[in-house]
């Protein structure tokens, strides 16, 4: 009877112990399309060749290698957009972009937990910004999705730059600048 016991407490201790060791993760989808600094669209050849992605934790991530893992990025042919699945550990969702020696970085608000969103246009522009999601009534369905996804079709890039140095993010884009400084 006592070996029962003492099985019990052991067990009992790890799982309560491994409970309060966990961590919560939060997700996040965005979808874009990708613009170059001309205008233009950038499809996924094109991607491939000259800009590369980074993840939350500054990780860079390759989206065009077919042995990738293509959690964190896909790419959606039908309508051109790129899709992040974004997960975190941390109260921050936020992605690089590198191109010809420059970083774009995006935070998403951390109150966008949980939610899937489209920007009709991400323009790359060297710079730090916070996206404002403000949805309209416009959708677009991806097939991996059961819902369609919001559309945001505007952003003021100058207004979502400024707001990225009033933010409480600011600083945090350091993760992405030091892989420009390694080169």
Not at 28 to 53: M, P, S
Not at 85 to 113: C, D, W
Not at 122 to 144: A, N, P, S
Request: net charge neutral; aromatic share 14%.
């Amino acid at each position: 009877m006592n070996i029962f016991r003492i099985t019990l407490i052991i067990v009992l201790t790890t799982i309560s112990f491994q409970n309060v060791n966990a961590q919560a993760s939060y997700s996040v989808v965005l979808a874009f399309q990708l613009l170059d600094e001309n205008g233009e669209r950038v499809d996924f050849e094109t991607f491939c060749k000259e800009y590369e992605i980074a993840n939350t934790f500054g990780n860079n991530i390759k989206v065009c290698d077919e042995t990738a893992n293509q959690s964190f990025v896909t790419f959606d042919k039908k309508t051109n957009y790129f899709v992040l699945e974004i997960h975190t550990i941390g109260p921050r969702f936020s992605f690089a972009l590198y191109h010809n020696n420059k970083v774009m970085t995006i935070f998403i608000p951390f109150t966008a937990q949980g939610t899937q969103n489209a920007l009709r246009f991400l323009q790359f522009d060297e710079g730090d910004y916070v996206v404002d999601l403000i949805r309209t009534k416009e959708t677009i369905k991806f097939d991996r999705y059961v819902a369609p996804i919001q559309v945001v079709k505007e952003n003021n890039w100058i207004k979502q730059r400024h707001k990225f140095l009033m933010s409480e993010y600011k600083g945090q884009e350091d993760i992405y600048r030091n892989k420009l400084k390694g080169n």
